[in-house]
């Protein structure tokens, strides 16, 4: 089993920044990748970023340019780094681990938490 903590959502004026963090412990053999989904209202869950364990990266379109992921693999923490935020990027933000044991892949959710972004 994994558990994930997550911390760092709030309330963050548009053009603020915010700091996601995700810290995962248990029994853990291989992670691999981790990553930041988010899901607002109304709106289907979609991967915001992810990072392998090599330092491979995948981005939303979205925020290209203002959110950067990373890792720090000693510590089994993902870290997302939010810049220029817009109310669009509002949403309960996820942290997603793939556990690998073996030939076989678990992930693991963590229980959100909500940015927003407003005025």
């Known amino acids: 089993q994994v558990q994930l903590v997550e911390s760092g959502g709030g309330l963050v004026q548009p053009g603020g920044s915010l700091r996601l963090s995700c810290a995962a412990s248990?029994?853990?053999?291989?992670?691999?990748?981790m990553g930041w989904y988010r899901q607002a209202p109304g709106n289907e869950r979609e991967l915001v970023a992810r990072?392998?364990?090599?330092?491979?990266?995948n981005y939303l379109d979205s925020v290209k340019g203002r959110f950067t992921i990373s890792r720090d693999n000693a510590k089994n923490t993902v870290y997302l780094q939010m810049n220029s935020l817009k109310r669009e990027d509002t949403a309960v933000y996820y942290c997603m681990v793939r556990h690998l044991v073996g030939s076989v892949s678990y992930d693991y959710w963590g229980q959100g938490t909500q940015v927003t972004v407003s005025s």
């Open positions: 248990g029994s853990i053999f291989s992670i691999n990748p």
């Open positions: 990072i392998f364990s090599g330092g491979g990266t």
